[in-house]
T-cell receptor
Framework: EAGVVQSPRYKIIEKKQPVAFWCNPI?????LYWYRQNLGQGPELLIR????????DSQLPKDRFSAERLKGVDSTLKIQPAELGDSAVYLC?????????????FGPGTRLLVL | AQKVTQAQTEISVVEKEDVTLDCVYE???????LFWYKQPPSGELVFLIR??????QNEISGRYSWNFQKSTSSFNFTITASQVVDSAVYFC??????????FGAGTRLFVKA
């Protein structure tokens, strides 16, 4: 069974440029998460989807970040415009059901460097 | 408030040594879940174990073992006879009061040959 797929793996952009990350969750997983992981820290949740609905986006900086999961499968996270402080690893995770104890499975992440 | 503390930032051991990674958590909920993940240099977080708050039984999986103690709010992870391939960052995580998962800052383990 394929795991969570993310692309690109690496991205270098100049500040004020837009950038987008793509995630394809494990087949059949209804819940999808986007996390940001700063250097030397654990992941922090940005947004959680149940099917195509964003049910928790309280940590998403909505002035510059947006996300979508139009068909309830793959998802895109966008930053526009990017700032120097956005340099981080952006991780996507998925879980089978929206239950509190459900295990999340992570993709390899996209390493973003903003110059 | 929920919090996960991994006080050990880095640990360095020689191959075949045993090593314990500490995790202390805080939550006011009676129902919660604890997780350990491994993050190798490739970047992907690999799921290792999940424990719910009602199951304090310790678990062993090969060279890995976990000691869950509610009395001290700890969920420690021990690797027996460490190997170079165990070198990674290990994260402890807590999920309570809903769906938000709180991760610790991680412990970087170096296993030298």
């Amino acid at each position: 069974e394929a795991g969570v797929v993310q692309s690109p793996r690496y991205k270098i952009i100049e500040k004020k440029q837009p950038v987008a990350f793509w995630c394809n969750p494990i087949s059949g997983h209804n819940t999808l998460y986007w996390y940001r992981q700063n250097l030397g820290q654990g992941p922090e949740l940005l947004i959680r989807y149940e099917n195509e609905e964003a049910v928790d986006d309280s940590q998403l900086p909505k002035d510059r970040f947006s996300a979508e999961r139009l068909k309830g499968v793959d998802s895109t996270l966008k930053i526009q415009p990017a700032e120097l402080g956005d340099s981080a690893v952006y991780l996507c995770a998925s879980s089978l059901l929206a239950r509190s104890g459900e295990t999340q499975y992570f993709g390899p992440g996209t390493r973003l460097l903003v110059l | 408030a929920q919090k996960v503390t991994q006080a050990q930032t880095e640990i360095s051991v020689v191959e075949k040594e045993d090593v314990t990674l500490d995790c202390v958590y805080e939550t006011r909920d009676t129902t919660y879940y604890l997780f350990w993940y491994k993050q190798p240099p490739s970047g992907e977080l690999v799921f290792l174990i999940r424990r719910n708050s009602f199951d304090e039984q310790n678990e062993i999986s090969g060279r890995y073992s976990w000691n869950f103690q509610k009395s001290t709010s700890s969920f420690n992870f021990t690797i027996t006879a460490s190997q170079v391939v165990d070198s990674a960052v290990y994260f402890c995580a807590l999920r309570s009061g809903g769906f938000k998962t709180i991760f610790g800052a991680g412990t970087r383990l170096f296993v030298k040959a």
